[in-house]
């Protein structure tokens, strides 16, 4: 039989529960500005509280609601021959992702979540924005990006700066970002199914975190116009070393 004891310690634990509460509404406010970031940014607040082989199915249930949501709405500005160019390398990479996922033991998963956040974020805090890390080949693009979603939760930046570099229209970006993402976490979620890692259990947990998403997305527009990009990315990335660093020293120690 599966074991579900984690989901009776989240009243247990109201430190750590508070913590992963203002991780997500934080990671949505960034998800919003930025189309990317949310596991990322909420997978190590979360990963204090649970095992990280429901992390990553749990925020795929978030991230399929707010991107569904942000997507359909914006669906006319999607830019089609992009996102079809991305798609197929996207389910191949999250296919492989997750079939990892469910081999690796809990705390290698907690360390090795950990540390990429932290590299990422370090990658982030150091790297001119000009530089180009990532080659142009959209199938590669794809294939990694799903890898990271399927194993981390986390491929959306990867989609983002091939989007960014092909895509002249900001509006067009985020359309066509936010239907990548909703199609990507609707397959993780069908993987997650398939192999054991999603139930009714963790959907109802889950949805005990939607109200945390729904005020990360509203802080997100409020602030949208408040900060500039650079401002916006250094905050990004220095919250992913905090985040990344505590997770890795948490299992560590």
Not at 91 to 98: D, E, M, N, R, S
Request: proline content about 4%.
């Amino acid at each position: 039989m599966p074991d579900f004891t984690f989901l009776l310690d989240l009243a247990n634990h109201p430190a750590a529960l508070a913590w992963a509460l203002l991780g997500v509404v934080v990671a949505y406010a960034v998800f919003t500005l930025v189309g990317f970031g949310s596991a990322l940014m909420a997978s190590g607040p979360l990963a204090m509280l649970m095992p990280v082989g429901k992390v990553i199915p749990l925020l795929a249930i978030l991230d399929f609601a707010g991107s569904s949501l942000r997507g359909w709405r914006a669906r006319k500005e999607v830019a089609w021959g992009a996102f079809m160019r991305l798609f197929p390398g996207m389910l191949a990479g999250q296919l492989l992702g997750v079939l990892v996922l469910a081999q690796l033991p809990p705390a290698l998963m907690a360390v090795a979540l950990g540390g990429f956040v932290v590299v990422q974020g370090l990658k982030g805090l150091i790297k001119r924005q000009e530089e180009a890390g990532l080659p142009r080949f959209a199938f590669g693009h794809g294939l990694f990006g799903g890898v990271l979603g399927g194993l981390f939760g986390s491929g959306g930046f990867i989609y983002a700066a091939y989007l960014e570099r092909t895509l002249e229209s900001r509006t067009a970006f985020r359309a066509t970002q936010a239907a990548l993402i909703a199609l990507s976490t609707a397959w993780r979620i069908v993987l997650c199914l398939s192999l054991g890692l999603l139930d009714l259990k963790l959907l109802a947990t889950a949805l005990a975190f939607v109200p945390a998403m729904a005020l990360g997305v509203y802080t997100g527009h409020h602030i949208d116009l408040r900060i500039s990009r650079q401002q916006l990315f250094r905050l990004l990335n220095g919250l992913l070393v905090v985040s990344g660093a505590s997770l890795v020293l948490r299992y560590l120690a």
